[in-house]
């Protein structure tokens, strides 16, 4: 028996109208856990319904949607009543919802919850226990799959934002069993080495479960013990895990962890000029005031130095010998007129004077006559005229004169 060759078109669609034809395939209610929730802007809601085994991919249409009076969110424990069917464009098999009944909270959150309060209460998720990210970092780890795309959104920003940044990749599976292992050892490894400024540690996004190796207890551990900074940048901008919580920063994706880590090198270039007109302005002020201080040294050694002092004494000799010399000669002066005034009584009491009125002066050795009683016996005298001295003999008589 021949069999026809199809193309891949007549196979999906085969295949979608044996589906749609089965009974139970289009009466079909079936309970899981939402994973993978987006609300597109059309209107139309996408997620994924899982349990501990399988996944199957859900949509209810907008024109379904609308009339939807259940909050729907991750992790949420759901009935869904709709069909099986096939999407022809990708050939995978999803189920088309009509209505969807809120079941409870699936195993998954509430582990993961759990496991958060559990954190939180030791103080895991404290501002106080964030270190600060480097403002400038030379070197930046990268722990994350060589091979997806959250690698190649890091490398690309951050070779534009600043490409003197070098980037150290260390590669390590990020979904899986076991992947979170590999995750710490890679953080691990930075610490020990200590090569690099701060860590950033992620992948793209994902549901629940293909992120949950980012909820695991021991790399909440091994980032909270961390010495590097860590920055977390997991999935995409509304999934939340421990590993956000615990980092010291969180971004919403691999691209804003890069932006968050690096600044942009005219930024860096800026405040460069910004520091070095600051500097400039400091040591000119810095050397103006040492001038200044300097002068007011300079006037101050002035004044109590000791040439200063010496001069000052010099000033200070001089006015003494001014006044010295006012007095003495006001002393000279005071004398001089008193000697002329002893002179002129000198003069007017001078014997000699008396002798040019006709007088004369009598004595007998050293003796002066004063009266003719003593001359009572014969003597040698000594006559004084004004012009001269004269020596002679008294002899004495009888008559009286």
Known sequence: MNIKTLTVTEVSNYIKRVIDNDFILGNLSVKGEISNLK????????????????????????????????????????????KASIYPA???????????NKEGIGDLFIKFEKLKKKLESKGYFEFYNK?????????????TSPTGAAIRDIINVIKRRNGMVDIVLYPAKVQGIG????????????????NVDLLIVGRGGGSIEELWNFNEEALAE?????????????????????????????????????????????DI?????????????????????CKN????????????????????????VDKLKDRLDFALKTKLNTEKQRLESLNSLLIAHNPVNVLSRGYAIIE??????????????????????????????????????
């Open 179 to 194: 992947a979170y292992k590999e995750i710490i050892e890679g953080i691990q490894y930075f610490n020990e080495k200590n």
């Open 364 to 401: 007998d050795d050293d003796t002066l006559i004063k009266s003719k009683e003593q001359l009572k016996e014969e003597k040698k005298l000594k006559i004084t005229f004004k012009d001269g001295k004269i020596e002679g003999k008294f002899m004495p008589s009888d008559k009286e004169f």
């Open 131 to 143: 270190k600060e990210l480097p403002k400038y970092p030379r070197r930046i780890g990268v722990v």
């Open 222 to 266: 091994a980032v909270y013990n961390s010495n590097l900074p860590i920055i977390s940048a997991v999935g995409h901008e509304v999934d939340f895990t421990i590993c956000d919580f615990v980092s010291d920063v969180r971004a919403a994706t691999p691209s804003q962890g890069a932006e968050i880590a690096v600044p942009l090198e005219n």
């Open 269 to 289: 270039k800026q405040e460069i000029e910004r520091i070095s007109l600051y500097l400039d302005d400091t040591i000119y002020n810095k050397i103006k005031n």
């Open 39 to 82: 609300f597109h802007s059309s209107g139309h809601i996408y997620f994924s319904l899982k349990d501990e085994s399988s996944k199957i991919n859900c949509v209810m249409f907008k024109s379904k949607a609308m009339y939807l009076d259940v909050d729907l969110e991750e992790g949420m424990q759901i009935v869904v009543k709709g």
């Open 293 to 316: 201080e300097i002068i007011s040294m300079e006037r101050i050694l002035k004044i109590h130095s000791p040439l200063s002092k010496i001069e000052n004494c010099y000033l200070e």
């Open 90 to 100: 990708t050939g995978s098999m999803q189920i088309y919802c009509e209505e969807i």
